[in-house]
């Protein structure tokens, strides 16, 4: 005789990126594992592919492609499947930063607090755009897109700050253009991509990266006071090194 089939609840989010409306299930003990094992290894390339298999697995319906999705519209239904599967509320211990408080005094204790992660969002800045414009004379500019899980996953161990820099932005690239012309991406090989970055001026790349500086974030300010000398302080939690360990 067949063992009953166990019902799961539905629950729904809106993806911070396009506004679509998303259904998911809470992960269940299979996806449990999964995260237990991306913890042990703490690796963040392991972090990300567990986060989108998790996600792979719980959302209903077939009208979201996992691999496409933004790193904040992953981290923000991460947290949301996180609440409505192992709780929403958690207890934090919260010590000052510096072991001073705002007196200035030592004070290293551990302050209880609890914390409903269902209160994080998607930050977004006024400033933010994905067109930045590299040449005024000749309307040279790069349209670019959010970065997606695939590129926290590529292995740049071994790469320096700039070259991880250069090849977020060789990835995020949708399209260049000019006052003549728009130049599609897929009309040109990563080598051409990659010289036209080179190229660039240092006040260029600048103004570029700016782009992912000011991108929408999964942040989180949680403002405190602590037990024993009463002092006010905050802390901030932002981007999936923070609230995957939540």
């Not at 392991?46 to 992953?74: E, H, W, Y």
């Not at 209160?119 to 897109?145: A, F, P, R």
Request: hydrophobic letters at 35%; charged letters at 30%.
């Amino acid at each position: 005789m067949a063992l009953p089939k166990i019902n799961t609840p539905i629950f729904e989010l809106t993806l911070s990126s396009s506004g679509q409306p998303v259904q998911y299930r809470p992960f269940l003990v299979k996806e449990q594992k999964i995260l237990l094992l991306a913890l042990e290894s703490g690796e963040a390339k392991s972090i990300m592919t567990a986060v989108k298999q998790i996600i792979r697995n719980c959302v209903v319906g077939d009208n979201v492609d996992v691999d496409k999705l933004p790193t904040f519209d992953l981290e923000y239904f991460f947290m949301r499947l996180r609440g409505k599967s192992i709780g929403e509320v958690v207890d934090l211990q919260l010590r000052h930063p510096t072991g001073l408080n705002s007196k200035g005094e030592e004070c290293d204790h551990a302050t209880q607090f609890k914390f409903n992660i269902m209160e994080v969002e998607v930050q977004k800045t006024i400033e933010h755009s994905d067109k930045i414009i590299i040449d005024e004379n000749t309307g040279l500019g790069i349209k670019l897109k959010y970065p997606t899980a695939d590129f926290a996953e590529l292995d740049v161990e071994n790469l320096s700050q700039l070259d991880i820099a250069s090849k977020l932005l060789v990835a995020s690239i949708d399209y260049i253009y000019d006052k003549e012309e728009v130049y599609k991406k897929e009309d040109s090989s990563e080598k051409e991509l990659s010289e036209f970055i080179d190229n660039l001026s240092q006040e260029q790349f600048t103004s570029v990266m700016k782009f992912f500086e000011t991108m929408p974030k999964l942040k989180h300010t949680i403002n405190w006071k602590c037990s024993k000398c009463g002092c006010d302080d905050e802390v901030t939690l932002e981007g999936m090194s923070n609230f995957f360990a939540l």
